[in-house]
């Protein structure tokens, strides 16, 4: 399983976000310049993010984006599926009728837990611990 860059950049946008909650509004090419981003690719994920009612964007000289909820009311795993996707290791585990061996592959029994360890790591991972982590270190490094 392998992360889209739409996922890892998404994430990275929002968590600068969500460090800045009581900073106000971030610009576009502020968050591009922090994280090394292109400013028309984030326009496009920030578009995403604002239409799943992530973010809000602020008008004016002032402006930008902001999180349109608490941080600690954000999970990964909801970001993560408005950018991603839902989290799938294999269409047989998600479709009996995908493969023939089903019902006793052995293998498929493992990318079951598999997919439902990195749900629950998803699920029960909020922006706002994200902060609390990064907060812990010196440097924001996120390689998501």
């Known amino acids: 399983m392998k992360l889209s860059t739409?996922?890892?950049y998404g994430v990275r946008a929002i968590l600068e976000l969500a460090e800045n909650r009581d900073g106000g509004p971030?610009?576009?090419r502020v968050i591009a310049k922090r994280q090394g981003l292109s400013v028309k690719y984030l326009e496009q994920l920030m578009a995403t993010l604002k239409v799943a009612?992530?973010?809000?964007?602020i008008r004016g000289a002032k402006g930008g984006y902001i999180l349109a909820k608490a941080?600690?009311?954000?999970?990964?795993?909801?970001?993560?599926?408005?950018?991603e996707g839902p989290v799938i290791t294999s269409e047989?585990?998600?479709n009996d009728d995908y493969c023939l061996r089903a019902s006793d592959c052995v293998a498929r029994?493992?990318?079951?837990?598999?997919?439902?360890?990195v749900k629950a790591v998803l699920e029960s991972t909020t922006l706002q611990g994200l902060v609390d982590r990064a907060k812990g270190k010196e440097s924001l490094d996120y390689q998501i």
């Open 6 to 8: 739409r996922t890892k």
């Open 53 to 57: 009612g992530f973010v809000r964007g």
């Open 26 to 28: 971030l610009q576009l």
């Open 71 to 83: 941080a600690n009311k954000i999970k990964l795993s909801d970001v993560f599926t408005c950018l």
């Open 109 to 117: 029994e493992v990318w079951k837990q598999v997919q439902d360890a």
């Open 92 to 94: 047989c585990v998600e």
